[in-house]
């Protein structure tokens, strides 16, 4: 049996989403196709987002009532039928929302490695900061920093992120731990369409950040954000030039599927409307 990660009395009988699943239904339903697909395995159409057996149904319960709060941030930020807003109220729950996206991240490297990227001693210290995630989702307190990138065209531009397909910054998701050599720095990297959360585990000092970080105190001024340390830009092209190589493993077979379903699609759709934009 798999007992809770979280909680470490129950067992595990849920296979819980590392993203919401109301994010990946966001991108299903914006779509002309329907389906997800992954940057790992780009032939196989999938219905749903990674899920790994972390959570019992109690804590499961527990971080759905931090998923609800965080779904109305979201649906203010993903909407094709109005502006990015100029500002955002997180609460202390929504705030909880993204730390535990965090906590599934590192606990599925942790307890479900499936590539080796970490050294023995890396992951040894993850349960040190497990545990003080842990403390951030359940008490609220700001143990780590989250910082927030709206993935809009002014602020990407004013932050000088590359200027890449906007479908990375609008339409895809997905997160991971990043680590750098000898604890220089050490995030959990999370993107979900149109922003990207950082997690910072182990600080660096010179990195700068202006107007990025968040608190449930004062709401989040959009206008305040002005600059994010290069490495975010390297991210961010890591994970496009993921998408891209996934790209150029699609069979002819797949590519057939996905312009029938485009070909078919009648009217419009989020995702039309993201491959329209241009950065002029
Ligand atoms: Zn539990």
């Known amino acids: 049996m798999n007992t809770c990660k979280y909680c470490g009395d129950n067992e595990a009988i849920e296979n819980s989403h590392i993203i919401p699943s109301f994010i990946c239904r966001w991108v299903k339903e914006t779509s002309p196709t329907n389906v997800l697909r992954s940057s790992i395995n780009p032939n196989v159409r999938q219905q749903d ?20 709060a965080f779904k109305k941030v979201f649906s203010q930020m993903a909407n094709y039928r109005k502006d990015f807003p100029n500002e955002i109220k997180f609460t202390k729950e929504t705030l909880s ?5 965090a906590w599934r991240v590192l606990a599925g490297q942790y307890y479900f490695p499936k590539d080796h990227l970490y050294t023995r001693d890396e992951v040894d210290r993850f349960p040190e900061f497990l545990d003080k995630m842990k403390e951030q ?12 990138i709206p993935c809009t065209k002014e602020v990407i531009k004013k932050v000088g992120l590359p200027q890449i397909d906007f479908s990375y910054y609008e339409r895809s998701f997905g997160a991971e731990p990043r ?3 000898d604890w220089a ?10 922003g990207i959360f950082v997690v910072e585990l182990v600080k660096n000092n010179h990195d700068i950040w202006t107007g990025t970080k968040l608190s449930y105190e004062n709401p ?3 206008v ?4 994010v340390p290069p490495v975010i830009g390297y991210q961010v092209s890591h994970f496009f030039g993921e998408f891209l190589k996934s790209l150029s493993k699609l069979t002819e077979k797949q590519k057939e599927l996905m312009r029938k379903d485009i070909n078919n699609f009648k009217g419009d759709c989020g995702s039309f409307k993201t491959n329209r934009k241009k950065w002029d």
Do not use: A, M
């Open 49 to 68: 987002g990674e899920k790994e057996p972390l959570l019992c149904k109690q804590c499961e319960g527990e971080f759905s009532t931090y998923e609800r």
């Open 97 to 101: 929302c993204i730390t535990s996206i």
């Open 137 to 148: 989702i359940s008490s609220g307190v700001q143990n780590y920093t989250v910082h927030f």
């Open 179 to 181: 680590i750098w050599d």
């Open 185 to 194: 720095r050490f995030i959990i990297y999370i993107k979900i369409p149109f």
């Open 220 to 222: 989040f001024l959009i």
């Open 224 to 227: 305040n954000v002005e600059k």
